[in-house]
C-alpha cells in the first residue's frame, strides 16, 4: 500500500472523528463557537499546536492558481463573526444559507494554518444538522468545488448543498416508511 493511500485513510479516518464531534454538537443543541472550531480543526489535522493563521500565507487554488493572503491580525474573531452571522441566517429558517455562508466565510478568509476546507465542511455540516437537514458530512465533504472566487461558484455550491438535503430528506423519509 502507498504512502498516500495511507495518508488519505488517516485523513479520512480523521475527517470521520470531526464529523462525529459535530453531529453531537448539533444533535445536543450546543452552540458552535471558536473553541469548537478550532478543536475541530485539530481533530482534522491531528495537530495539537495552535490552528488559528496569524501570518500571511500563499495558498493554492483548486484551478492551480496561487494566491497570496494578507497577515491574519484576529483569527478567531473573524471566525466568530462568521459563526455569528450564519447562526443569525439559520435561526431566522435559512439554514442552507447560513451553511454555505459558513463555508464560503471560512474558506475565504482561510482562519487556520492548515485544513481551512475540511474544517469549513465540518462547520457547514453542523448548521444543517441542527437546523433539521440530516446530510452525511461525507457526501458534503465529496462535494467537488472549484475556486469559490470564480463567477457563479458560489450560487453552484448553494445549489448542490440544496441537492443534497432533498435527496438526504427522500432518504430519511423512505427509511422510515419502511
Excluded at 495518508?7 to 463557537?33: G, Y
Excluded at 472550531?37 to 485539530?42: D, F, G, K, Q, T
Excluded at 466568530?80 to 447560513?98: F, N, V, W, Y
Excluded at 437537514?133 to 462535494?143: K, R
Amino acid at each position: 500500500m502507498s504512502t498516500d493511500t495511507l495518508k488519505q485513510q488517516l485523513e479520512l479516518a480523521r475527517f470521520e472523528r470531526a464529523t462525529e464531534v459535530s453531529e453531537s454538537l448539533a444533535t445536543h443543541r450546543a452552540l458552535l463557537t471558536t473553541t469548537e472550531l478550532a478543536r475541530l480543526n485539530v481533530i482534522v489535522t491531528g495537530k495539537n499546536s495552535d490552528p488559528w493563521r496569524h501570518e500571511s500565507v500563499t495558498i493554492q487554488l483548486p484551478s492551480g492558481q496561487s494566491k497570496s493572503l494578507e497577515l491574519m491580525i484576529d483569527p478567531i474573531l473573524t471566525a466568530r463573526d462568521q459563526l455569528h452571522r450564519a447562526t443569525e441566517t439559520a435561526e431566522s429558517g435559512a439554514p442552507i444559507d447560513a451553511a454555505v455562508n459558513i463555508y464560503v466565510g471560512l474558506v475565504l478568509a482561510h482562519v487556520f494554518t492548515d485544513a481551512n476546507r475540511r474544517t469549513a465542511v465540518l462547520a457547514s455540516h453542523y448548521f444543517l444538522r441542527r437546523y433539521g437537514a440530516p446530510i452525511s458530512g461525507t457526501d458534503l465533504y465529496a462535494l467537488a468545488l472549484g475556486d469559490l472566487r470564480q463567477p457563479g461558484q458560489i450560487d453552484q455550491l448553494k445549489e448542490n448543498v440544496r441537492q443534497l438535503c432533498i435527496f438526504a430528506a427522500k432518504k430519511n423519509k423512505a427509511k422510515s416508511d419502511i
